[in-house]
């Protein structure tokens, strides 16, 4: 109970001490941007205090654990002072002069301003502070040497702060600055090259994210944001949903946690510093065969059109369109696949608090199935994309770490009358026959 105390009245001292360096205004704004910069997503794991550390970033290169941002001294950032936390941002160098990791986002939070660095610093030293030591560097040799990154930084680091565009709109200046700096998109949608640094010449134009494909960003009317207006931007930020689509995994929790609580100016200067950037190219496309299209027709009429209807455009904002959909016309099939195979659920958000969700189905198609699926989905109502392999699909089958993907969830039905994936029959013919030596029968006989 004395120690309780003795720690209680230290967190207390901590925090007047910082009450006299910062005002209500500058603490309050720290706030809004630590929700800005998503930061409560990658340094808090499941089930522990916010912001204390320790949850596991995947990279190409190992896992790393996020740092406790809480100002406990020995294991948080008690011992940062604002000049060593804006160098942290803008060099990625911690107070003991080591080299941080870019999993930590300090090539995009150079954007910062100083007066938002260190209104953030004097938000995050008001957090009751949390002991929790963590082994953050599980990287591989040789990897794990940090004097590394030096290197790493001369070729990617650019270390000059936002500076305004003269000859654009203040809403356009502020939206660039949220993108570029704080919210780090580029982290995600922007493709890597083998030493984890932004290909150039393809910022926002979409990249691999673990086993998701993070989307085209750019003005691209079929694998962009060409086709949504600005309040449909500014609605899916803030409520993670629009006649488009619906924000899933981590672009769900980028949305429940950040963008949801943003104002909508922010959101709309979001918007519209996206809808200037030009549009990417359209790569050459490998459409599938007709045999392909055929079969997941076929299973597409079984599987998906309960929810998705025949004609590929869903439920308005319950159940996402496919038809003109750029998550299904991506270059990369991952997220597809992801979707078909493990399924997906809707993060909430506070204005739309409902959860709708689709099922796994990897239990019950297998490889080729899946991907002539896939490839219906992309190729279908106006979509073109690549085809998609077995070979693909079973890589992500793999990369999710499942056999058969979540039988546990569901047995496969025991009854083959009713309809199922293991056909080939016309999409006009009698369901009910699928799986069975009548499969193919029209309907009415």
Not at 71 to 92: K, M, Q, V
Not at 131 to 148: A, C, E, G, K, T
Not at 290 to 299: P, S
Request: with cysteine; hydrophobic share 40%; charged share 20%.
């Amino acid at each position: 109970m004395k120690r309780a105390i003795v720690a209680l009245s230290a967190w207390s001292a901590l925090v007047a001490t910082s009450a006299i360096a910062a005002s209500p205004d500058q603490i309050e704004r720290g706030r809004y941007l630590a929700a800005a910069g998503d930061c409560k997503a990658c340094h808090t794991p499941f089930g522990a205090a916010p912001f204390s550390g320790g949850r596991p970033l995947q990279t190409p290169f190992g896992t790393l654990l996020s740092a406790n941002l809480t100002p406990d001294r020995d294991t948080g950032i008690g011992r940062y002072t604002p000049d060593t936390f804006y160098r942290a941002l803008h060099e990625g160098v911690d107070p003991e002069g080591r080299h941080l990791y870019p999993a930590f986002p300090y090539n995009y939070y150079t954007r910062l301003s100083r007066e938002d660095s260190d209104a953030l610093f004097a938000w995050l030293r008001t957090l009751p502070p949390v002991r929790h030591p963590v082994d953050r560097n599980r990287l591989p040799f040789p990897f794990n040497i940090r004097s590394l990154m030096a290197v790493w930084n001369a070729l990617y680091l650019d270390d000059r702060p936002f500076a305004p565009d003269a000859s654009k709109s203040a809403q356009w200046n502020r939206g660039a600055y949220l993108v570029q700096g704080l919210g780090h998109c580029e982290a995600c949608h922007t493709d890597k090259d083998m030493l984890g640094g932004n290909r150039k010449g393809q910022a926002l134009q979409g990249g691999r994210f673990g086993a998701w494909f993070a989307p085209d960003l750019t003005p691209n009317r079929r694998t962009g944001l060409g086709a949504w207006k600005a309040e449909e931007v500014v609605e899916f930020l803030r409520e993670g949903r629009n006649v488009h689509s619906g924000a899933t995994a981590e672009m769900g929790e980028v949305v429940q946690v950040s963008t949801s609580s943003l104002t909508d100016a922010d959101l709309a200067a979001i918007a519209t510093y996206l809808a200037s950037l030009p549009p990417s190219p359209d790569a050459a496309i490998t459409r599938p065969d007709a045999a392909q299209m055929k079969q997941g027709e076929a299973i597409w009429q079984d599987q998906c059109a309960g929810c998705h209807r025949q004609d590929g455009r869903g439920a308005a904002k319950i159940f996402p369109p496919v038809a003109g959909s750029a998550i299904a016309q991506q270059r990369d099939p991952a997220t597809v696949l992801r979707y078909v195979i493990a399924g997906a659920r809707r993060a909430p958000t506070p204005r739309s608090p409902t959860m709708p969700a689709m099922p796994a189905f990897g239990w019950k198609l297998d490889d080729a199935q899946v991907a002539a699926v896939a490839s219906y989905a992309r190729n279908s109502w106006g979509n073109a994309a690549d085809a998609v392999t077995a070979a693909q699909a079973a890589e992500m089958r793999r990369t999710l770490g499942a056999s058969a993907v979540a039988r546990a969830a569901s047995a496969p039905p025991a009854d083959l009358h009713h309809p199922g994936p293991a056909t080939l029959a016309p999409a006009d013919t009698d369901s009910r026959d699928n799986g069975t030596p009548d499969a193919g029968r029209a309907h009415g006989r």
